[in-house]
């Protein structure tokens, strides 16, 4: 029997009929790690062979429907890949626990990324499933902002990175929007985002998902790619426009020469404009060090007992005898990690800017067909369904069989 | 270019292998599961528990160790701290929900027992016990509700760092467990 | 052309669909962001109701009727939200099913290519948002009228409400509480509960055992080993270290170690020496500098016959009951004392009494054996010190006597009253006194050497000359008060005036103290001799003795005519006389 006393004011009586009961709570634990990671693997087997072989949009959209039931609500939705890789930092930086079955479920999304894309955006994400299936009416973002906005996610990952190396939350998990609706919950940003995505194409996905970055560059380099079969195709610009993510990019004439020109002092102002535009980032980071580690608790708390303000944090402090030099100094560890690390970041996001806009300037060249851009595709599938040869190759199959 | 691209992909590929060399390295401390669970040493009673949860109805509830309980006839967990009268009324209880049933065992002691299903895990019946009791009212996440985030809500914002990640072999943390060797 | 009006169905569907999804999910965020409003609000007026005067029944009465209002609204609230997410999540399935069936019944409709102008079926439009802001009218009505009332928890029943009585309490068991009676009062111990005995029983039933510092506070009537020729009956090492010394009570040895990452609490079987079990204690918010000699478990435990009370140099104190089971804890200020804190509990029936002299405050504390409360603390100026204190008992009142390094002083047990003070002490005070026929006996090297009547403090006599003991505590044996020092002096002197009358040396001094038991002084010195002595007012005489070859440090426990010994190895052993 488990018995304590944390304070025994009142010593336990002793009854004559009556036994005293024992504390009982369910010890059950959910679904072991091993099932979501085995269900996650056959699933991207089976979402590739969908996008690859058969390159059917229908079954890329069943598999969506089926990873919002199995991975939005059987598995609840968390924990889930694009949470994981602040575990991963956690445990590198502070040497948090973190098992086997966390760690895979980390990786397998980007190894199949490195394969075959972002499969695991199409359908096996439970987030972006949800958002795959809720488009109802794609409005087109215009290509500037879309841009601009896609610099979003690399600078929530630079400051997650940070964050978590500070010792604060996980700050990604509080941001996906979409976790109160697989537990049939409800906050203000899930209907905010559900609605937004009825119009927009994969809001989150696009303009917020820190991994999204990291799948981003694995899919730049993946073995498999989806791709415009040149020979037959009869450049009639369906599959650009079905594409409600900007990911098909249609054919370039060879430039001018006047253009080349232009193209070329553009690149040469842009690359002499790099250091400055880093310094400018290192700026802003350092700008922004006391204003996003004014957030961590520790920081908070400090202040709080050195303005002598009273909160639940200073309360609790007090309580627990801590003494004031060891806050002093979790303080000053924090401060010393947003120091340096927003400055960094901030060097970091100007230089993936300038790296994207000179390679916007270079890209002048001549193509004469359809391109993909692999770090915009989700393997969604609409193109498929939007070409009239696919559809003509299905027509067929239709009738043969 | 099929050669940057080769040397791109395996150097990503060897990036990704590399988490897997290291934990492999560090094989000897790791757990297979964590649960997120609440300290009742230090928690402070401050009733965030109660909102913060993703869950409607939070995870967290309050449960009663009887063991440590006197079963007091004025239970100040029960009862508010301005209460005019030892009775059942609503101005006289602490629970908001109404959650704390009592129960006449023998002259004068009462047993108390929480309905889990009127609990909202506020905690308020586990300061006043605390504070004038035994203590042997506190706050748990109920593991059989508790969805296992990732990152808990409720530890995120939790003023006193009272939400802890324990084994999965031992999901609940009772005040003080026992240091008895026999 | 059956095509067409398929698809004209299939989207007119989506459309309806998705207005009552954009709808519903703008009811719902405004529902969640008013309801939370609302029920802030009334839980706070509810509960500064509460803080009203609740004698009065108008006030009882509004009280209750918000809590009921509170509470309905609470959880009607909740189901509400947890539906309209139901619905949100089925009109999603909805949606999903509508799109896909489409795609999955009909060809791909042909995408017009950019520039050509689409045809747009712009009548549909309004009908599906008609259609929609009907459907999600129905949908409202049905929310606010029907499912959370059916959904509800039974317990709004309005009968909860009455006020009844529960269980036999009626008023007669009631105490007429009224509301101006601070919520200490309810943290009274119910009267039932057994009550340590009295004190006189208390301590006679101590001289029995070996139940603290120095045996017992009156004569020990332990008996002595039938001979001082003794065989290792069983030898335990002792996992921590510490200066304190064993204790014994019905056939359980206690004592205590610490160092700086737990302080534990022991107990041992006297007749096998295995550790039966073990609290730790590792709460202490910060450890203090102890010198090496000191340690962090100096004090010696106190063991009555439910509980054993132990407190460490780290200000920790904890009361288990003899199966192991903590009963309370507690936790002192910082103890910040030069070399660190020394001084042993002492027991008296139903209160503890810790003597907690530190550098800056000195407080003396009487707590509650049951539960650990403070009963009184006097803050005294009496300048740090390592001593121990002790009583004087006459007609179930206690009088405590306390040494100081500045003072000696006598405090009422009851109460904390201070009784009468000396200020006639030096030096650094580590020793404690002695008490008989209410004399308290004092020695101190560099601070004093004497008596003082128990009841007003006067001093009887002081010896000034005489070498005195630094570390272990004299002891009262006949009509002699002898010292030992140390150095290795061992000094008689009168009990009645303070004369000097013998002196004898040995090779090595001693630093525990010892005790007089059935006629004889039992003492253990740094030699690791265990000497069996007696003494005339000539001389001392060595009956006999034992050797450990071990420094021993801690007073020598009692029980069952064997030795129990903790020796500077830090072994407990337990020695038994030969046949």
Redesign the interface.
């Known amino acids: 029997?488990?018995?304590?006393?944390?304070?025994?004011?009142?010593?336990?009586?002793e009854?004559?009929?009556?036994t005293?009961?024992?504390?009982q709570?369910?010890?059950?634990?959910?679904d072991?790690?091993i099932w979501r990671v085995s269900t996650l693997l056959v699933f991207l087997v089976v979402s590739g062979l969908c996008f690859y072989r058969w390159r059917s949009?229908?079954t890329m959209?069943?598999l969506a429907?089926a990873g919002?039931v199995i991975f939005g609500f059987i598995f609840?939705a968390?924990?889930?890949p694009v949470?994981?890789f602040?575990?991963?930092l956690s445990?590198?930086v502070h040497g948090?626990?973190?098992?086997?079955?966390l760690?895979l479920l980390?990786?397998i999304p980007?190894?199949a990324a490195?394969l075959f894309g972002r499969l695991f955006c199409a359908g096996a994400c439970p987030l972006g499933a949800?958002q795959e299936?809720?488009l109802?009416k794609p409005i087109r973002i215009p290509v500037s902002v879309d841009r601009a906005l896609r610099f979003v996610p690399i600078a929530l990952f630079l400051l997650v990175v940070v964050v978590v190396v500070a010792g604060m939350?996980?700050p990604?998990?509080?941001l996906d929007p979409y976790?109160?609706?697989f537990?049939?919950?409800?906050?203000?940003p899930t209907?905010?985002f559900?609605?937004l995505g009825?119009f927009v194409s994969r809001p989150f996905c696009r303009y917020v998902c820190p991994y999204g970055v990291l799948l981003r560059?694995?899919s730049?380099?993946?073995?498999k790619t989806p791709a415009v079969t040149v020979q037959t195709c009869i450049t009639?610009?369906?599959c650009e426009?079905?594409c409600p993510n900007g990911a098909i990019l249609p054919p370039e004439s060879a430039p001018t020469s006047e253009v080349q020109a232009r193209g070329v002092r553009r690149l040469s102002r842009l690359i002499a404009a790099v250091p400055l535009a880093l310094c400018l980032g290192g700026v802003l980071g350092w700008i922004a060090a006391p204003v996003v580690s004014a957030a961590h608790p520790a920081v908070r708390l400090l202040a709080d007992i050195e303005a002598h303000r009273t909160?639940?944090?200073v309360?609790?402090?007090e309580?627990?005898?801590?003494?004031l030099a060891q806050l002093q100094n979790d303080v000053a560890q924090a401060r010393h990690v947003f120091d340096w690390g927003m400055p960094l970041a901030g060097v970091l996001l100007a230089g993936a800017v300038m790296a994207e806009l000179i390679a916007q300037a270079r890209r002048r060249r001549e193509s004469s067909s359809y391109t993909i851009d692999l770090s915009l595709c989700y393997c969604c599938g609409r193109c498929y369904?939007?070409c009239?040869l696919n559809?003509k190759r299905d027509?067929r199959k239709g009738t043969t069989t | 270019m099929i050669s940057t691209r080769k040397f791109l992909r395996v150097l990503f590929g060897g990036g990704l292998l590399a988490p897997f060399l290291w934990l492999a390295g560090k094989r000897k401390s790791r757990k297979a599961a964590f649960l997120w669970q609440i300290d009742p040493d230090k928690c402070i009673q401050c009733g965030k528990c109660e909102t913060a949860c993703v869950l409607e109805h939070s995870a967290v509830k309050c449960v009663h160790q009887y063991a440590a309980c006197g079963y007091c006839l004025f239970c100040s967990g029960y009862y508010q701290d301005k209460r005019v009268k030892f009775d059942t009324a609503a101005e006289n209880l602490r629970c908001p929900t109404d959650a704390i049933k009592r129960k006449y065992i023998e002259d004068p002691y009462f047993e108390y027992t929480i309905d889990e299903s009127a609990c909202i895990g506020c905690g308020r019946c586990v300061k006043g016990c605390a504070a004038y009791g035994n203590g042997s009212l506190f706050l748990q996440i109920r593991q059989e509700l508790c969805k296992q985030c990732n990152q808990c809500r409720i530890a995120e914002i939790c003023p006193s760092h009272a939400v802890v990640r324990v084994p999965a072999d031992q999901p609940y943390i009772f005040k003080r467990p026992p240091e008895v060797k026999t | 052309m059956k095509n067409h009006a398929m698809r004209s169905t299939f989207r007119f569907l989506q459309r309806v669909v998705v207005i009552f999804l954009i709808c519903l999910g703008l009811h719902m965020l405004h529902d969640a962001v008013r309801s939370d409003q609302v029920l802030t609000a009334g839980h706070e007026q509810l509960e500064l109701l509460k803080q009203q005067d609740m004698s009065n029944p108008k006030l009882a009465a509004l009280a209750r009727e918000m809590d009921f209002i509170y509470r309905s609204t609470y959880f009607q609230t909740h189901d509400k939200r947890r539906f309209g997410l139901r619905l949100l999540g089925v009109g999603l399935l909805a949606l999903c099913i509508l799109l896909g069936a489409e795609r999955f019944f009909l060809p791909p409709e042909l995408a017009v290519p950019k520039g050509s102008s689409p045809e747009r079926d712009s009548g549909g439009l309004i009908a599906t948002t008609i259609c929609g802001v009907v459907g999600l009218l129905v949908v409202l009505i049905v929310l606010s009228n029907n499912v959370h009332k059916s959904s509800l928890p039974t317990l709004f029943t309005n009968d909860k409400y009455q006020s009844k009585e529960d269980g036999s309490l009626s008023s007669a068991t009631q105490p007429p509480a009224s509301v101006a009676q601070p919520p200490a009062t309810v943290t009274q111990p119910p009267a039932s509960v057994a009550q340590p005995p009295a004190l006189a029983d208390a301590l006679e039933a101590e001289t029995r055992q070996w139940p603290q510092f120095r045996g017992s506070l009156l004569p020990n009537r332990n008996a002595l080993p039938a001979n001082w020729r003794f065989r290792e009956k069983w030898k335990t090492a002792i996992a921590s270290p510490g200066f304190n010394s064993p204790v014994v009570w019905d056939g359980k040895i206690f004592l205590t170690g610490a160092d700086e990452k737990a302080r534990t609490l022991y107990c041992y079987d006297v007749q096998t020496g295995k550790e039966k079990w073990r609290v730790v204690c590792d709460t202490a918010p910060r450890i203090p500098k102890a010198s090496e000699d000191t340690g962090l478990a100096p004090p010696t435990v106190c063991a009555d016959a439910e509980r054993v009370y132990a407190i460490f140099g780290t200000g920790e104190m904890v009361c288990c009951s003899h199966a192991g089971e903590t009963v309370w804890r507690k936790q002192l200020p910082f103890p910040d004392i030069n070399y660190g804190y020394a001084s042993s509990p002492l027991l008296l029936g139903d209160r503890l009494i810790v003597q907690y002299d530190l550098n800056e405050v000195q407080t003396l504390y009487a707590f509650n054996v049951l539960n650990g409360e403070t009963l009184w603390e006097k803050k005294r100026d009496a300048a740090p010190s390592w001593s121990s204190p002790v009583a004087w008992v006459a007609n179930g009142k206690a009088i405590v006597f306390t040494a100081g390094c500045k003072t000696a002083e006598a405090y009422n047990a009851q109460t904390g009253e201070s009784l009468w003070r000396q200020e006639c002490m030096g030096g650094e005070v580590a020793t404690s006194g002695s008490v008989r026929d209410g004399i308290f006996y004092f020695s101190n090297t560099g601070a004093f050497t004497g008596a003082f009547s128990a009841t007003d403090g006067k001093i009887l006599f002081k010896n000034e000359d005489t070498p005195a003991p630094d570390v272990a505590s004299a002891v009262l044996y006949n009509d002699l008060y002898i010292l030992f020092t140390s150095g290795g002096s061992v000094l008689g002197i009168d009990a009645k005036d303070g004369k000097e009358l013998f002196e004898e040396n040995f090779d090595n001094g001693f630093y525990a103290s010892p005790v007089a038991v059935g006629g004889k002084i039992i003492a253990a010195n740094l030699d690791g001799d265990l000497l069996l002595l007696s003494a005339t007012r000539e001389k001392l005489i060595v009956e006999a003795k034992y050797s450990m070859k071990t420094k021993l440090f801690a007073v020598p426990a009692l029980s069952g005519g064997n030795v129990i010994v903790r020796t500077g190895a830090n072994d407990l052993i337990c020695l038994e006389a030969e046949p």
């Open positions: 029997m488990i018995s304590f006393l944390a304070q025994a004011r009142f010593p336990a009586p009854f004559d009929n009556y005293v009961p024992q504390l709570l369910e010890t059950l634990v959910r072991p790690i949009s229908k959209r069943l429907l919002v609840t968390c924990p889930c949470g994981m602040q575990n991963l445990a590198f948090q626990p973190l098992g086997y079955g760690l980390f990786a980007l190894a490195l949800v299936l809720l109802w939350a996980f990604l998990c509080s976790l109160p609706l537990l049939w919950s409800c906050s203000i209907v905010a559900l609605v009825l560059l694995f730049l380099v993946s073995w009639c610009r369906l426009q079905g909160s639940d944090a309360e609790a402090f309580a627990s005898g801590t003494p369904a939007a009239p559809r027509a």
